[in-house]
């Protein structure tokens, strides 16, 4: 056996789909991937849209995590002793209820069905109220503003403000929380079996993004501005943690369980767990100055900056800076945006639909050709939507579109917003006002360029990765013609969890550090899209006009939300 011969596995959860991979750590080369829909969320169990509420059962997650990472060992035909390290990445914040075991409260047989015993998905949006509240209370309170490292707007997608929600409105639950963790922190501690909420090693990326955990106020934010939000959280503070833990170091080895359940040994090293986008940017080469776009559901929009670079400055309206966030040693910055592929499959929903319910009445078709049939329809409609949109030159769009539909995230978070359409007109066909929204998910993108530089934060290049860059040559040509700066592809269709595995790499001692791991273990890109100047010409016009769009709905929705507040 070659000395050097050593395997990882990088595990990255989405918002649909967990991903495994196993990689060669010698050269990142990827021997085997294998992609789980979770079945409960892709039935709509737990959701309600109209509410923005996104519910999952962990139940999903563990089946996921067991069926990908056994599917990615037998694929691989390795000796699975060759398998030394494995790291966990997650959306976030998707905090979920435990008990004082750290077990799952929508296990156990009287929370099974009750979504507020489950992991908040990130995209919930049911906690603006309480978002908006720890924000007054953070400004006013009189002692440190402890919003100044997360952008100074603490948003609905996280932590504090679903837990406040879900207390408040579910008394059961209140009770039986003994504890919360975030996604990644929860599927870390099944793997190692060091459950209990004091023990388990906590993500730096989690805590300092998304809780407000910071050093320089010895963690998470202090009992009596918690208990001045409610007492059950100051009395929380006590039973989550005060260290963290970059996703570089052991969370600890594989439990007797999980390694007989995977086939591993127990001692197969777990490192740390961490964010989808965070582990992306490892998986992508993040070096500084460079923007590292991970594009999904949403994007996450990562930069590191060392210590010496950023100095003191606070960048305002993103989604933090965090020392240690993506690579030991740097700060890790966080923007991004709420919807992205999302905008574009609320189209895609809007027209299939209908079109499925009338499938299923259709006389026509037996059962088997109408699942068949939405089956194609589904998987091919944005692909012809974006044929037909490119074929559209820039300077015909004549509809404006904001990318709002999920809120905005960066810059300046604030869910209360919606999207728009503007510039209807009787020949506004379904390639017209796709191609708008194109343009709104880009221009969304150029907004947060603009915030980063106009906070000092120096960006030469953009990388791109995730679903939506791998699939779409229209969005990412539209995307580089509206940055006006080229964008290279990342090589691996799994960037997250390639990254995810590079931490594994270094958590397993086979590197000393995560940048020696990015070295050895990168896949490099595969595409580079290039700017052309017809179009940056006439998108820097249009871009104006989307700017005023937003303006306009921005103090449209001001305005609603003082009216109904004084009118309560
Ligand atoms: N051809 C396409 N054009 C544009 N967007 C696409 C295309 N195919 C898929 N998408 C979008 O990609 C997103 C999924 O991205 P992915 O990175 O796979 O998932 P996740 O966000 O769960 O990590 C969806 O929002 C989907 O609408
Ligand atoms: O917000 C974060 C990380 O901070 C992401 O987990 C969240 O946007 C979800 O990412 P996806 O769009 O599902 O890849």
Redesign the pocket.
Known sequence: MDEKEKYVIGVDF??DSVRAVLINSADGSCIASDVFYYPQWSKGLYCDEHKNQFRQHPKDHLEGLEATIKNVIQNSQIDSTLIKGICVD?????PMPVDEFGQSLAFSEVFQHNPNAMMVL??DHTSINEAQEINELARGWGGDDYTQYVGGIYSS?WFWAKILNIIRKDEAVKEKAFSWMEHCDYITGQLIGITSPNELKRSRCAAG??AMWHESWGGLPSSSFLAQLDPYLSDLRGRLYEDTYTSDEVAGTLSEDWAARLGLTTDVVVAVGT????AGAIGGEVEENTLVK?M?????DIMISSKEQLGNTLVKGI?GQVDGSVIPGFHGL?A?QSG??DVLAWFKNLLLRPVSSLIDQSQILDIAEKEKLKTELSKKLLKQLSEDAIKIPPQDSKIVALDWINGRRTPDANQLLKGALQGLEMGSDAARVFKSLVESICFGSKKIVERFRSEGVRIDAVIGM?GVAKQSDFVMQTLADILEMPIKIAQSDQAPALGAAMYAAVAAEIYPDTQTAIKSMTNGFDKIYHPKEENALVYRSLYKAYEELGAFVENQTINKFTTVNESI
Not at 90 to 94: A, F, H, K, L, Q
Not at 275 to 278: Q, R
């Open positions: 989405g918002s997650t959306t976030g914040s998707s990130w995209k997608e993004h998304k964010f989808d986008a965070h991970v999904g559901t949403s994007t996450c989604c966080e991004g992205f592929g995730g």
